[in-house]
């Protein structure tokens, strides 16, 4: 639904904002803390078409009309914001938009029969893989383009309108043929959280600048006014930049830049404008799990950012983006070609284009030293949660939901590299395990021999996951150096979990779902063949594959139930699932096609499992399903449910989030069932999407 359309625009651990389908502008998101209703009142883009034959002048707001809530539940991608509804109410919009999405280009067509002009926009932040400071840039590149298809020529005027973010002075400055709007508040304490610079730039010279104004009719009058005209500063006829009356509103001023152009009949015109942010002041302020320390207090410790180590300000940011315009677009659209020029479906490349707009989200950044860090997803109304509803949900660098990403090792690996010496650097507990959560500053002491939350025990997965990923990263080109530590790690899992060397995991095994998974399992299960496989490539260990043997048959010969993987319990447990058919049982074998580890149960049974999961757990609409906790699913969705019990025997406490639908166990089933030559399975889930 278009009414749920909002891609972000921003570069890893930037922050960002998100263009919409209706060409609005929300979620501001600029300084340092995820909030999906984020908003710079005051923010938007406008036209202004004038011809003499015959005689008009018109001028419209370039966002479409605003869409009504949709009730769905849990999502905040459709609230337009009360400020938009009323300038819409006030001035008149486009009749309608158009628009397209292959990130991280968005494209919009603004469609109004009342205009003389055709306009259109394109806007993206860079994004080139392998490349982490280019695809780090705090920027969003705006490019519009103007096209008189009449008869008559036609004088235009494209106006950008924006507010102060910093909260202060509004300045302008003309070189190199760009007028900027300069935004900061020199009042602020260097240090504060807030203080920073944000930069709106055009590229011309005639742009005409309206500082400082309060609401947004005193700039629409602006452009409707002679302040607007053809001509370059100190020429006959030039007017100095606007300067507004009455006072700025609270929260900062706004201001705005009009660019003229002169369209002949079938003539078209581009028009550049850069927005460009420097906010420098990251925080951990942000609560953090484990017991509190009374030693710190509301103290927050600074972390800072990566992208203000490269930059003064956000002038520099801008100038930066001017002279490495074109060569950043171009080696954007290389990624965007490379998937959508492929052989893959259109809605394929699509799906896989926008995985890497998570890690460019408020969901992740890279502190002032480089380290790379990760919140489970940034709080909204689908996770409000105790700490509230904006900012990162459950910090951080959270080892087993990590589990399920792959994007960060296959687009930036150094990224990757840095959460594993995050990992066995710091996390690592002198005992061997991996808590499965980081606290930052890295130099305050870890979550050893402490609760840790979600689950309250370092989470099994999470370690299991570390000695994949480590084995991934080296087949990538990483040295072998953690070794040491991973084999600490490995004879940690194997004395608590496998003293008597069987190759099966028994007893507690805190897991993902955020309780302790009991008994013979195969989401463990998988994950600990995978991972005995991948220690015995890294080691040459003889013993290794020896123990990958004998687990691997006895976990076959005791979960099997001639369709697919149970859970086996020596009693009954609340929050298990065991005769039920979970969509994450084989996890693990998932995790060994991508380091070609071969199949770590029988081929036939895992093809067998797969079946199940997709003829079982694929749900296509949820009409009249009850959602006992969170619904990510309703109405005419088509989803992946966790887990369920096509053969009876539904515990009474069933495991934690069964009756959820998970988009990451999603892609992981759909790319297993490809492994495994299942397309057509595959697509049934993918399609839904």
């Known amino acids: 639904m278009t009414a749920h359309l909002a891609m972000p625009v921003g570069g890893i651990g930037t922050g960002n904002f998100a263009v919409c389908a209706d060409g609005g502008l929300r979620q501001w998101q600029l300084a340092n803390t995820g909030d999906h209703r984020g908003e710079?009142?005051?923010?938007?883009?406008?036209?202004?078409?004038?011809?003499?034959?015959?005689?008009?002048?018109?001028?419209?707001?370039?966002?479409?009309?605003?869409?009504?809530?949709?009730?769905?539940?849990?999502?905040?991608?459709?609230?337009?914001?009360?400020?938009?509804?009323?300038l819409l109410r006030r001035f008149p919009g486009v009749a309608g938009t158009r628009f397209r999405g292959r990130y991280p280009f968005a494209e919009l067509d603004f469609l109004d029969p009342g205009l003389p002009v055709e306009v259109g926009m394109e806007v993206f932040n860079p994004l080139v893989p392998l490349d982490v400071e280019r695809s780090s840039l705090p920027a969003a590149l705006f490019t519009f383009t103007l096209r008189n298809p009449g008869p008559f020529p036609v004088h235009a005027w494209l106006a950008a309108a924006v507010r102060n973010p910093v909260g202060g002075r509004n300045l302008v400055r003309r070189r190199h043929g760009w007028t900027s709007l300069v935004m900061d508040e020199p009042g602020l304490d260097p240090a504060a959280a807030g203080n920073g610079q944000a930069v709106l730039a055009a590229d011309s010279p005639l742009t005409s600048v309206f500082p400082s104004w309060s609401e947004p009719a005193q700039f629409l009058r602006f452009l409707d006014s002679r302040a607007v005209f053809v001509g370059a500063p100190g020429s006959a006829g030039w007017v100095a930049d606007h300067q507004p009356s009455g006072t700025a509103p609270p929260g900062g001023p706004c201001g705005g830049l009009a660019v003229p152009a002169m369209l002949e009949p079938g003539e078209s015109v581009t028009i550049r404008l850069c927005l460009a942010w420097y906010f420098p002041n990251r925080y951990a302020d942000f609560v953090q799990?484990?017991?509190?320390?009374?030693?710190?207090?509301?103290?927050?410790?600074?972390?800072?950012?990566?992208?203000?180590?490269?930059?003064?300000?956000?002038?520099?940011?801008a100038d930066t983006v001017r002279t490495g315009w074109h060569e950043l677009r171009s080696a954007s659209l290389d990624w965007v070609g490379t998937l959508h020029d492929s052989s893959l479906p259109a809605h394929a490349a699509e799906h896989l284009a926008a995985q890497a707009s998570i890690l460019r989200s408020p969901s992740c950044f890279q502190s002032a030293d480089g380290a790379f860090f990760g919140f489970e997803g940034v709080l909204g109304a689908s996770t409000t949660m105790w700490s509230g509803d904006h900012g990162g949900s459950c910090p951080l660098n959270c080892t087993h939901v990590w589990n399920y990403a792959q994007a960060v090792a296959r687009l930036f690996p150094s990224l990757e590299r840095s959460m594993r010496a995050t990992e066995f650097e710091v996390m690592q507990a002198p005992q061997g395990y991996l808590p499965h959560r980081v606290i930052v500053p890295t130099y305050l002491r870890q979550l050893w021999d402490v609760p840790i939350g979600g689950p309250g025990e370092p989470a099994l997965d999470g370690m299991l996951g570390a000695i994949l990923k480590t084995y991934r990263e080296v087949r990538h080109g990483s040295d072998r150096s953690y070794l040491p530590q991973l084999e600490r790690m490995l004879t940690h899992i194997r004395r608590t979990w496998d003293p008597d060397g069987t190759g099966v995991l028994r007893g507690v095994q805190p897991s993902t779902h955020d309780i302790d998974l009991t008994g013979v399992n195969p989401f463990m299960g998988t994950l600990w063949l995978a991972a005995l496989r991948a220690a015995g490539e890294l080691t040459g260990s003889d013993e290794l594959r020896e123990l990958f043997e004998r687990g691997s048959a006895a976990y076959d010969e005791a979960m099997f139930n001639g369709e697919y993987f149970v859970q086996v319990l020596d009693e009954p447990v609340d929050f298990q699932w065991g005769e039920g058919c979970l969509s994450d049982q084989l996890i693990g074998q998932w995790w060994a096609h991508q380091l070609d580890l071969g199949h770590v149960l029988p081929a036939g049974h895992v093809r067998s499992a797969l079946r199940a999961i997709v003829r079982h757990n694929l749900r296509k609409g949820f009409h009249g399903f009850e959602h006992p906790y969170r619904v990510f699913a309703d109405g005419d969705d088509t989803g992946l449910l966790m887990c369920t019990w096509p053969r009876g025997g539904r515990p009474a406490v069933p495991t934690r989030y069964c009756d959820e639908v998970w988009t990451g166990s999603e892609y992981q089933v759909a790319a297993h069932c490809l492994w495994e030559g299942l397309e057509e399975e595959a697509w049934q889930i993918l399609d839904g999407l």
């Open 40 to 86: 710079l009142p005051g923010t938007f883009f406008a036209v202004r078409a004038a011809q003499w034959e015959p005689p008009s002048n018109t001028t419209r707001v370039l966002q479409g009309p605003p869409a009504e809530p949709t009730g769905t539940p849990l999502v905040n991608d459709d609230h337009v914001p009360g400020w938009q509804r009323e």
């Open 289 to 317: 799990f484990g017991p509190p320390d009374p030693r710190w207090g509301p103290t927050r410790f600074w972390l800072g950012n990566a992208y203000a180590t490269r930059f003064a300000d956000a002038l520099d940011v």
